[in-house]
């Protein structure tokens, strides 16, 4: 025999059964989304570890102001502390979009050897990035000659210049810090998990070859660098 409690819980149960039906619904509902969650987030999370650790990131970067040659990054590279050492171009230009009036900083990079890249690897963008309509095949890579691929980060917020109206194949008006201008195509995408979102570095930024930074005259040495990472 049941105490007089559970007789009343039973009755009221059973006498309610759309309502028990709704409240185990809900339960059941919210048990499952709570555990969906749970784990998108440790998958999630060792996604991102794994993707970050595949980028070889550097232990260290030195920036310089004054340019230098592959002889500094070779002496760095034979340090007994140094596992390898990597030698890239930064310049920040401005740039403005045909549909935009404004100018907005864009940081680009130069690497020597897009094909053997060691550290702060950088892979090209092979889904659609942000639609497919607009970016209908963003995997070029490396970057052509005269053109830029950019840092898919870059399109997350429109304060940075590329959002809305960016699309594959549209082209830039760059202009130096000395003032001269070029017009630039960006050619797709790339993916730079190791240096970090454009939100969080204040700018856009992509990845051009040595002798485009020569011909946009942002640079007088196609040797020089500015940024040496280490591991």
């Known amino acids: 025999m049941f105490s007089p409690r559970w007789r ?17 619904l809900s339960i059941a509902v919210g048990v499952f989304a709570v555990g969906t969650v749970a784990q998108m987030r440790v998958i999630v999370s060792d996604d991102m570890v794994e993707s970050y650790e595949a980028a070889n990131p550097a232990s260290a970067t030195i920036y310089t102001d004054q340019p230098f040659d592959d002889d500094v990054v070779e002496a760095v590279r034979r340090m007994p502390e140094v596992a390898e050492a990597e030698g890239r171009r930064s310049v920040i230009v401005r740039f403005q979009h045909p549909q935009d009036d404004s100018w907005y900083p864009l940081r680009l990079y130069a690497v020597s050897d897009y ?10 963008e092979i889904e659609f990035g942000p639609g497919p309509e607009k970016w209908p095949n963003p995997s070029t890579f490396p970057p052509p000659d005269r053109e830029v691929l950019i840092e898919r980060t870059s399109l997350l917020i429109p304060s940075q210049g590329l959002v809305p109206n960016a699309a594959l194949g549209d082209t830039l008006l760059i202009e130096t810090p000395s003032g001269k201008q070029r017009q630039m195509r960006m050619a ?5 998990i190791a ?27 196609r040797r020089a660098g500015g940024r040496c990472m280490g591991r």
């Open 115 to 124: 094909k053997d890249m060691r550290i702060n690897i950088i892979q090209p």
């Open 8 to 24: 009343k819980v039973l009755r009221d149960i059973w006498g309610n059964k759309r309502r028990t039906f709704l409240v185990v």
């Open 195 to 221: 240096t970090g979102s454009a939100p969080w570095t204040g700018s856009a930024y992509g990845y051009v070859t040595f002798d485009t930074l020569e011909w946009l005259a942002a640079m007088k040495n």
């Open 188 to 192: 797709g995408l790339v993916y730079d």
